[in-house]
């Protein structure tokens, strides 16, 4: 009795169809539910994957989370969603207490790029955002996207422009970094330059530089230092677009909800997440796969934040 009941549950076996129905019926009336992680230590096979990223008060990376779990369910696989909080030690103790649950993969988004080259995971891995020897990775054309935003710049006559980049440590923000600026090349003067964390504060000790400089046109690595910088720009008088226009990265949903609407290259992060799942629910299927590499196109959503340059915009506008 007891292997046919193995066998029904854990889908092993053979038994008469009388048997399973007989099984399956006992089941739901006492409401049993197998021990997931007794199942997984047995079998190898725990249909979970985790999903660490560095930050979730970004509003970029939710809706990464949704695109992962949503993908994962339509598979069958359940997600651990780990919040490093910017914290390398974070991270690393969340990943390593995750896989005391036996997951069968990870979606890594690392804190810093050289922290996970030096780890040894037993479960395959998928690094959203970087290019990381070793591992399937995925992430949007970045370079192209900076190019995109000088384009659009260029394109409304902007020629006097600020440029607020990622952590110089950052290989992906200095990627967008470069395509913005080979974009420009010597058609315009980047007047300023700050490397600053993708968050919405700019650090005090810049605000009045930013505030009082004659750019026409600001440029921001991710929306969420597009927003904080509309603000710098809306407590020191500055109108936008009509004194200095804006533009951001990610396209996240707040871009479309501030006002004004938030010029933004825009890439899919729920579309992005579903893809690091199938490029990890690939790799779990067959660990012998070449490693893999996808960049996934953007594209320029125009809202109010940028405008052609103007008599008013092109003067001296500093206090």
Do not use: K
């Not at 004659?214 to 936008?240: E, H, K, P, W």
């Amino acid at each position: 009795i007891r292997d046919s009941v193995s066998y029904v549950l854990n889908g092993t076996g053979s038994v008469s169809e009388a048997t399973a129905a007989r099984v399956r019926a006992c089941v739901e009336e006492l409401g049993y539910r197998p021990n997931a992680l007794a199942v997984a230590h047995r079998t190898g096979r725990s249909r979970t994957i985790g999903l660490a990223v560095t930050d979730l008060t970004n509003p970029f990376f939710p809706e990464f989370a949704q695109g992962v779990h949503q993908a994962a369910a339509t598979s069958g696989f359940a997600v651990f969603l780990l919040d490093a909080h910017r914290s390398e030690s974070a991270e690393i103790e969340g990943v390593t207490r995750l896989a005391d649950r036996f997951p069968e993969g990870l979606i890594w988004v690392p804190v810093r790029d050289d922290i996970i080259s030096d780890q040894d995971f037993p479960f395959p891995t998928v690094v959203f955002d970087r290019d990381i020897d070793g591992f399937d990775s995925v992430r949007a054309d970045i370079h192209g996207g900076g190019m995109l935003q000088a384009e659009y710049v260029l394109r409304y006559g902007h020629t006097r422009v600020g440029l607020i980049s990622g952590p110089e440590w950052h290989d992906t923000s200095q990627l967008r970094r470069r395509g913005f600026l080979e974009g420009i090349g010597d058609r315009a003067e980047v007047v300023w330059d700050f490397p600053l964390e993708h968050s919405s504060h700019i650090p005090p000790d810049i605000v009045d530089e930013i505030a009082a400089s004659d750019v026409t046109c600001a440029v921001t690595s991710t929306d969420i230092q597009a927003i904080g910088l509309m603000n710098v720009y809306r407590g020191s008088g500055r109108i936008v677009p009509d004194d200095v226009s804006v533009v951001g990265f990610d396209d996240i949903e707040l871009a479309s909800l501030v006002s004004p609407g938030l010029t933004s290259v825009h890439l899919s992060a729920r579309t992005l997440g579903a893809t690091a799942f199938e490029l990890l629910a690939q790799r779990i299927a067959d660990p012998d796969l070449p490693v893999r590499r996808t960049v996934l196109p953007v594209s320029m959503i125009e809202r109010e934040s940028l405008r052609e340059v103007t008599d008013r915009a092109a003067r001296d506008l500093r206090p």
